[in-house]
């Protein structure tokens, strides 16, 4: 049983380590390809998209400005504006401008027109508040109109006059008169809190990524997570030193103790930069958990496939593996009678087809030898190679007196059945001695329980297949009727032996006494 049990967990063991091993290899390194790969990939997509998303907001930023210098354009091109800063038909004017926001309100935060005192002659807000009558002179852009340049782009965002918590960035162009001369100017400005709100608000690069952008100071003038942030002056910051250095492309840096990539578009007119980042961790979650995914199908797979090969050699395998060993087993013990279920399949029929043949050529062969032996009609017995019985038939235990079956001698001492005496020297210890024969040996045998008898013995060495010798077989006649016999002819041969001698005698003695 142990030994079926070694072989069946060995085969088992072999099988699960010949298949799943390699199974398990190969999804091992198809984990690390693909994880790799995908890691690689999605890394690159991810930074491509920042890029293409920080490019998208430069030129975003370029069409704004665009935009808003075409609408100033189209206002310093109405007779109703240009008349208006001469003090004619300002109500006209008045009204083009609040029919201008009505159209642009959602997009757009003020339009006015203002005097060489930079004040404000017609206009009005996205909420249709007037604007006329305020003093914009400290602006930087009224200034700039003043001084004598045609246009003027605001370098920073600011904060609405007449909206405080209003971010806005404006375009302002010189309106002149028929001479040439500048006679003051208009002013649009775009409502940055809407248009960086709709541009940033969308945006999401992994989990945690974001945009924001910085004016050509260093300073936030946009940022999709933190409002609170906005117009604060980061120049300090090593990463947005070496975005303003690198203009347009792609930086790593370090934040708050996590590694970042940074995707970075600076619109050409204003300076402003369209800045998007995202952590190294969320760029490469999908390959992560496309990774875990894999991982675990691997485990599945590998888990079933080892369900699968021990169901199927506990099964094809090992059950019949283990009723061939049990039928084994039995006729090494001796029962050449065991039970052979003929269940087998595949090459295990084909084994176990041979196994019935060996047995029965086994039984053959076993059912001569014991025939044979059971069939000596002498006395005879067979000892080992440590010269104690293997093998005793009745006539000799008839012959020597012995009582009982023949069994119950099999492993006593030759030397102990014959004469009691386990020291003694015997003819088969001297054959497995010498490996030779004897043959003719004649003398006496003591009888159990008392008496001799006079016997020939022959005995001869026994070899396996193999030429190992392997016991001794004996054989005993017994001579003790034929020596009586030749005994008794001895006896009356001698006693007319004598009587013929003393009858020649008697006649000598006759034949003398008549010559007399």
């Given at each position: ?6 072989v ?29 790969a ?61 029919s ?86 208009v ?5 940055w ?7 940033l ?25 933190d ?11 090593d ?11 792609v ?170 005496d ?93 010559e007399?």
């Amino acid at each position: 049983m142990l030994f079926t049990r070694l072989v069946t967990w060995n085969t088992n063991k072999l099988l699960l380590v010949g298949v799943l091993f390699p199974v398990a290899a190969a999804i091992g390194l198809l984990v690390w390809y693909v994880s790799s790969a995908s890691r690689e990939l999605a890394a690159g997509l991810e930074i491509q998209n920042l890029v293409q998303t920080a490019e998208n907001g430069s030129r975003s930023i370029e069409k704004l400005i665009t935009d808003t210098d075409n609408l100033t354009i189209t206002l310093t091109k109405q007779d109703a504006v240009v008349d208006s800063l001469t003090g004619r038909r300002q109500d006209v004017a008045q009204r083009r401008f609040l029919s201008y926001l009505q159209i642009y309100k959602k997009n757009y935060w003020a339009m006015f027109s203002f005097d060489l005192n930079g004040t404000i002659v017609g206009g009005a807000n996205a909420h249709m508040e007037n604007l006329t009558g305020g003093s914009r002179a400290t602006r930087p852009y009224v200034q700039a109109i003043l001084a004598g340049k045609d246009v003027f782009i605001t370098p920073e965002v600011m904060r609405a006059a007449s909206g405080s918590d209003v971010l806005i960035m404006g375009v302002a162009r010189a309106v002149k008169d028929a001479s040439g001369k500048t006679i003051g100017g208009v002013a649009v400005f775009a409502n940055w809190s809407v248009f960086s709100g709709q541009f940033l608000e969308r945006l999401r690069f992994g989990e945690n990524g974001y945009g924001f952008m910085l004016d050509g100071k260093g300073r936030i003038i946009a940022h999709a997570r933190d409002k609170s942030l906005l117009l604060t002056d980061v120049s300090g910051e090593d990463f947005v030193k070496k975005a303003k250095a690198l203009k347009s492309g792609v930086l790593e840096y370090g934040w708050q103790g996590k590694d970042k990539f940074l995707a970075v578009a600076t619109e050409p007119q204003s300076g402003w930069m369209v800045c998007t980042t995202a952590y190294a961790d969320d760029i490469t979650g999908p390959a992560t958990r496309q990774r875990n995914t894999i991982l675990l199908l691997g485990l599945a797979v590998f888990l079933g496939l080892g369900a699968g090969i021990t169901a199927i050699t506990r099964t094809a395998i090992i059950r019949p593996v283990r009723r061939i060993g049990q039928f084994t087993k039995e006729v090494a013990a001796g029962n050449l009678k065991a039970d052979f279920p003929d269940t087998f399949r595949y090459e295990l029929g084909q084994l176990s087809d041979n196994i019935r043949g060996m047995v029965a050529q086994l039984k053959q062969k076993l059912g001569f030898a014991d025939g044979v032996l059971r069939g000596f009609a002498s006395p005879m017995l067979i000892c080992d190679t440590g010269n104690a019985i293997t093998f005793v038939n009745p006539q000799m235990l008839t012959l020597l007196n012995y009582s009982g079956p023949p069994e119950n001698f099999h492993g006593m001492p030759i030397a102990t059945f014959f004469y009691d005496d386990p020291a003694k020297e015997t003819i088969t210890a001297r054959v497995l001695r010498e490996n030779r024969s004897f043959e003719g040996i004649e003398g006496e045998l003591t009888v159990h329980g008392g008496g001799t008898i006079y016997a020939t013995i022959d005995c001869a060495p026994i070899y396996d297949l193999d030429g190992r010798l392997i016991g001794a077989i004996g054989n005993v006649t017994d001579l003790t009727s034929l020596r009586t016999q030749q005994s008794k002819i001895a006896l009356q041969r001698d006693a007319i032996t004598a009587a013929a001698t003393k009858a020649e005698d008697i006649a000598y003695r006759m034949s003398s006494a008549t010559e007399e």
